[in-house]
């Protein structure tokens, strides 16, 4: 049987879009109070349905929590992810004074990486700040069954160690940006997200449900990497427990069991996911993507399509495209 990689072959499906946006240097006592990341979403990153938040310390020692929760500490090499993009504090040092993220918008929205300098003169800590946009199927695959904050050190591997040490140099680089530059921090921003999930899922308790869970399960994960790499295959629970090797009976629990829907629920989603993604980037007839998704009529893809995202297809269409517009006009600018 085919080895899978269901990590790999999920975010291959999923549309992801990094960005570094700040780095910092900044002396005890310090904190910052950042607001939801859906607050600026539709600003930083027009075209992205969900964002992802993410802090890299790289020197020295802070805190991190959710409103009314205990903090996490970090120190360096610590990734802290926000999955949800929720409110939040970052700090280090008593009695740090709280300033509103937020300031750095109009910053940020210059597209350039903000340098922030200076604090109160104790003990330093170096920290780079950085998203990544994706659609909003990421939240329903390998961001479901994430807590809302957790943290990965990537300095205990050799591909984490070179990623933090070129997202260093290329951050604090301060002369004037070259060709290019912003692109490839994007691209090392995507690469930095990726190798923490990579990570934490390789970390997970054997106890824990979700869809990194599921993915590292050695039989459920053959059965993911294959609806994701054919989506449209007119699977069964059958087809899918051969690919798993088990039983119908014990895959379908143990599926459900780790996913919290049951195989062919999450077939429907994976093939709604397609027809999303082909109604996006191609110009293909409604009933064309329709039978690309698996389905064997328009009307019964019509019917799905609108449960799944509210509107019909030839609407979503319509509504992506204009997104993608503006998002492009407002970059040019």
């Given at each position: 049987m085919n080895q899978t990689?269901?990590?790999s072959e999920a975010l291959g499906n999923v549309r992801l879009s990094g960005a570094i946006f700040l780095d910092a240097e900044l002396s005890a006592p310090w904190g910052f109070a950042s607001p939801p990341a859906?607050?600026?979403a539709h600003l930083i990153a027009p075209s992205a349905e969900h964002m992802v938040l993410f802090h890299l310390l790289v020197e020295g020692?802070?805190?991190?929590r959710l409103p009314g929760q205990p903090r996490l500490a970090l120190e360096a090499g610590d990734v802290a992810i926000l999955p949800?993009?929720?409110a939040h504090e970052l700090w280090n040092g008593r009695g740090a004074e709280l300033t509103d993220s937020s300031a750095l918008l109009p910053k940020i929205l210059e597209g350039t990486v903000v340098?922030?300098?200076?604090g109160g003169g104790g003990p330093v800590t170096k920290f780079i700040c950085g998203y990544i946009g994706c659609d909003r199927q990421a939240r329903r695959f390998f961001l479901a069954g994430l807590p809302p904050l957790f943290k990965v050190n990537i300095r205990?591997?050799?591909?984490?160690?070179?990623?933090?040490?070129?997202?260093?140099?290329?951050a604090s680089d301060r002369e004037p940006a070259g060709a290019g530059r912003n692109a490839l921090l994007a691209k090392?921003?995507?690469?930095?997200?990726?190798?923490?999930l990579r990570r934490y899922m390789s970390e997970l308790p054997r106890q824990r449900t979700g869809w990194l869970a599921a993915a590292r399960d050695s039989a459920v994960g053959r059965a993911l990497g294959a609806i994701h790499r054919e989506p449209a295959h007119p699977w069964t629970v059958a087809s899918l427990a051969e690919q798993a090797g088990m039983s119908r009976t014990v895959f379908a629990e143990r599926f459900t069991r780790l996913l919290g829907e049951a195989p062919l629920g999450y077939v429907a989603r994976c093939r709604m996911q397609l027809g999303a993604r082909l109604l996006e980037s191609?110009?293909?007839?409604v009933l064309e993507v329709a039978l690309n998704a698996g389905y064997e009529s328009e009307a019964a893809f019509n019917r799905a399509f609108k449960r799944e995202f509210d509107v019909p297809p030839a609407r979503y269409r319509m509504q992506r495209r204009r997104g993608d517009r503006m998002a492009a006009d407002s970059g040019a600018q």
């Open positions: 990689d269901p990590l859906s607050a600026g020692r802070a805190s991190v949800l993009g929720d340098s922030e300098r200076g205990r591997g050799s591909t984490g160690a070179w990623l933090e040490s070129t997202l260093r140099h290329l090392l921003a995507e690469a930095l997200f990726i190798e923490t191609t110009d293909d007839t």
